[in-house]
């Protein structure tokens, strides 16, 4: 929160609003509040997710296809704590 509170004080000082949201994945890296048009977020252990539902507002593919593509079992059976570390290792962001 540090960095999107420097990148746009507005955030903090005035009020959270969608912009701000955005910035938790531009800014900060982070895919914590990304859902797009996903059961739940990447971050988020649940139901199986679908490929390409959080694009937008990630850029195509995006991190749920491209974590599908290696781990079909995230977008088959379930989205477990195995795809939501794979954020990591596979898009490169973070969900902390």
Request: glycine share 6%; net charge negative; aromatic share 4%.
């Amino acid at each position: 929160m540090t960095s999107i509170c420097a990148a746009d004080s507005y955030c903090c000082n005035t009020a959270w609003d969608d912009i701000c949201v955005n910035e938790v994945q531009s800014v900060a890296n982070n895919l914590q509040c990304v859902a797009g048009t996903c059961a739940h977020t990447l971050c988020t252990e649940g139901a199986p997710l679908t490929s390409g539902c959080d694009v937008p507002p990630l850029a195509s593919p995006g991190c749920a296809a491209s974590i599908c593509a290696v781990d079909p079992y995230c977008c088959n059976t379930a989205w477990d704590d195995i795809c939501v570390s794979e954020v990591q290792t596979v898009c490169g962001k973070t969900c902390n």
